[in-house]
């Protein structure tokens, strides 16, 4: 067996990791990885052949070439080598988690800290428990500061990223209806969200809060978290900030101590509020500038299907279909409620992991919609067709489907939302427009 030092020797030779064998990087160290339909041993030669020095593997049978370096168990050894880097590290280490913007939240305070600091942060949304090993073991030397996000559907799961990662800093960005079916219910999201106070209160470390969150704030009590960092509208809080203006896009002053600042910034979605004052807030208590602060978030572009705004011909669309739950589509569509604009077109699609609730959260959306003024409400998915016959709208199965009529029923001068479940696949409609 080989043991993690005599691993981390070799990391440090060929410091570069891969999981995947079709995307092997000359010269890195590939990890087998298993999965429920694949077994990542069986790909170990030809990672090798591939260009990659050395592969992990965890069975007799695939570690017959000398470069087949065998452990117990290829995904352990993978967040233990992590782990181990991670003790190398001596810099400071932020985690975010959170049911709804994690990943918006996450950019904007790297683009933040990068103003002062040499920042890596999480790629993409790699904040499972194969993404954060991978986000830790690409810190190199050169990297003044970390910004590891953290994603969870069910208990104890935030808690082992912590033992990985051993964050000096947390943030929760909020605690929503995410994950029900997981977590066991929203007080099981509670929980496993609270992870994170559990392990940086047991740090002595501070927690950056949202002070206008009452379930944060009673989850940091909870938790015994000794040291906070306040943001939101009160000017008690460390960091006060007013939303000035979210039409078309945010406009945000703020005070921290004797700084300062007024930003203009391309965020849609008065719900991204709380995201920008929690990096300004980071930015703040880790010395950047006031401008530099600024700056970075006005700078900041949504993308991957996040809050973006998208101009088709003269439509207007804003496209939320990385994700849904019934916290952030509420949210989605109360902003879109809300703006000033006529003429709106709403395309919706299920929502997913809802477990024991989604029968009953899709209502709840669908009672919403009654509210909203529209010219055309579009349901894709089985969840909404249970209730399409409450509302007057168009139902369709699949996005597909609704991508179809849509392409022969243009749309023209219309204002338009777009979002659903990573499942449902609603980007498709907003290619047809």
């Not at 880097?85 to 913007?101: D, E, M, W």
């Not at 953290?150 to 935030?158: L, T």
């Not at 392990?199 to 938790?223: D, T, Y």
């Not at 992991?353 to 409400?377: A, C, W, Y």
Request: with cysteine.
């Amino acid at each position: 067996m080989t043991s993690i030092e005599e691993l981390y020797a070799l990391f440090l030779q060929h410091p570069q990791v891969c999981t995947d064998s079709r995307a092997i990087i000359p010269g890195s160290i590939f990890f087998a990885l298993k999965g429920p339909s694949f077994n990542g041993n069986t790909f170990a030669e030809q990672a090798l052949s591939l260009g990659a020095a050395y592969a992990v593997v965890d069975e007799d049978a695939y570690a017959k070439n000398p470069r087949c370096l065998l452990v117990k168990d290829g995904l352990a050894a993978l967040q233990q080598l992590a782990n181990y880097h991670r003790h190398q590290l001596k810099i400071p280490v932020l985690a975010i988690t959170g049911s709804n913007g994690k990943t918006t939240t996450k950019e904007l305070v790297r683009a933040v800290l990068a103003k002062r600091y040499r920042t890596l942060a999480t790629k993409g949304n790699l904040n499972n428990h194969i993404g954060v090993p991978l986000t830790l073991l690409s810190i190199t030397n050169e990297i003044e500061f970390a910004v590891i996000e953290m994603g969870a559907n069910h208990q104890h799961e935030i808690e082992a990223y912590c033992k990985i990662a051993e964050p000096h800093y947390g943030l929760i960005t909020n605690v929503g209806k995410a994950h029900l079916e997981g977590f066991g219910g929203f007080e099981g999201v509670k929980k496993g969200k609270g992870e994170l106070y559990e392990w940086i209160a047991q740090q002595a470390k501070p927690v950056f809060l949202n002070g206008n969150n009452s379930i944060l704030s009673e989850m940091a009590k909870e938790h015994k978290v000794q040291y906070q960092v306040i943001y939101g509208t009160d000017s008690n809080f460390d960091c006060c900030g007013e939303l000035v203006s979210d039409s078309p896009a945010l406009e945000v002053k703020w005070k921290q101590g004797e700084h300062s600042g007024h930003i203009h910034s391309q965020l849609i979605g008065r719900y991204n509020f709380e995201n920008v004052l929690a990096a300004i807030c980071i930015g703040n208590y880790f010395g950047v500038e006031a401008h530099d602060i600024d700056e970075a978030i006005a700078a900041y572009v949504p993308d991957n299907s996040r809050s973006q705004v998208i101009t088709k011909g003269t439509n207007t669309i804003i496209l939320d279909a990385y994700n849904a739950n019934p916290t952030s589509m509420e949210a989605a569509l109360k902003n879109f409620a809300s703006l000033s604009s006529s003429h709106k077109i709403i395309c919706i699609g299920d929502m997913a992991e809802l477990g024991e609730e989604t029968t009953k959260e899709h209502g709840r959306i669908v009672e919403m919609l009654k509210n909203i003024p529209n010219e055309q409400i579009i349901l894709v998915g089985k969840n909404f067709g249970v209730y399409s016959g409450q509302i007057p709208c168009l139902h369709f199965e699949t996005s597909d489907k609704a991508a179809d009529w849509v392409k022969k029923h243009p749309f023209s001068n219309k204002n338009i939302l777009i979002k659903g479940s990573r499942s449902t696949r609603m980007e498709k409609i907003l290619d047809s427009i």
